[in-house]
């Protein structure tokens, strides 16, 4: 995947008897995100709701909260957006989900590479009784949805992060399991 989805949320919060804003902590996570070198482009809010917290207080204060998702391309830049996030104090921070820019250029070469081996397939079956594939008389395509998970392989990020310091070597990118696409096609040939 090179387009790997991180929902958020950041929360007005009490620090004593000050109100930490919504605003202050989007400020400050906006800062820190162009310090780590991140577009800001890639972050948008998540949907146009907002919650509200009643805060049993004698003024009571109404606490808001934001839900926002930020697009980054690998594991690498994951880290780095959790880094903040924890540096913000922000809450529930999760991969949600994970793709491919090149998705549908993919999905179109496996249902090619399909069809080619229904053809080859029916080619050596009636090679098998002295005959040949005449043309399709009809091509349907069987739909199998893909279970696109973002599941990190290699092991845990900070135990793979420790044993490699320790070690004193350079650390290898932990990864996402790879898309997997599978199609196929219920093909019916003349037979010449």
Same mark, same amino acid.
Do not use: C, W
């Given at each position: 995947?090179?387009?790997? /989805?991180?929902?958020?949320?950041? #929360?007005?919060? *009490? !620090?004593? &008897?000050? &109100?930490?804003?919504?605003?202050?902590?989007?400020?400050?996570?906006?800062?820190?995100?162009?310090?780590?070198?991140?577009?800001?482009?890639?972050?948008?809010?998540?949907?146009?709701?907002?919650?509200?917290?009643?805060?049993?207080? $004698?003024?009571?204060?109404?606490?808001?909260?934001?839900? /926002?998702?930020?697009?980054?391309?690998?594991?690498?830049?994951?880290?780095?957006? %959790?880094?903040?996030?924890?540096?913000?104090?922000?809450?529930?921070?999760?991969?949600?989900?994970?793709?491919?820019?090149?998705?549908?250029?993919?999905?179109?070469?496996?249902?090619?590479?399909?069809?080619?081996?229904?053809?080859?397939?029916?080619?050596?079956?009636?090679?098998?009784?002295?005959?040949?594939?005449?043309?399709?008389?009809?091509?349907?395509?069987?739909?199998?949805? !893909?279970?696109?998970?973002? *599941?990190?392989?290699?092991? $845990?990020?900070?135990?793979?992060?420790?044993?490699?310091?320790?070690?004193?070597?350079?650390?290898?990118?932990?990864? %996402?399991? &790879?898309? #997997?696409? #599978?199609?196929?096609? %219920?093909?019916? %040939?003349?037979?010449?």
């Amino acid at each position: 995947p090179n387009e790997i /989805y991180i929902s958020f949320t950041l #929360k007005e919060r *009490m !620090d004593g &008897k000050n &109100k930490i804003t919504i605003e202050s902590q989007e400020a400050e996570m906006k800062k820190q995100l162009q310090k780590a070198g991140f577009n800001l482009d890639k972050l948008s809010l998540a949907d146009a709701s907002a919650d509200y917290v009643t805060v049993k207080r $004698k003024n009571k204060e109404v606490l808001a909260s934001k839900n /926002y998702l930020m697009k980054v391309a690998t594991t690498t830049e994951v880290a780095s957006v %959790f880094e903040v996030l924890d540096n913000v104090q922000a809450l529930n921070g999760d991969i949600i989900r994970v793709a491919h820019s090149e998705i549908e250029k993919y999905r179109k070469e496996v249902k090619i590479m399909a069809m080619k081996a229904a053809k080859e397939k029916a080619g050596y079956l009636l090679e098998a009784i002295g005959e040949t594939v005449g043309k399709p008389l009809m091509i349907q395509e069987r739909e199998t949805y !893909d279970d696109i998970r973002p *599941m990190m392989i290699r092991g $845990k990020a900070a135990g793979v992060q420790a044993e490699y310091e320790m070690a004193d070597e350079a650390v290898p990118e932990i990864s %996402f399991q &790879k898309i #997997k696409l #599978k199609y196929s096609v %219920f093909a019916r %040939f003349g037979i010449n």
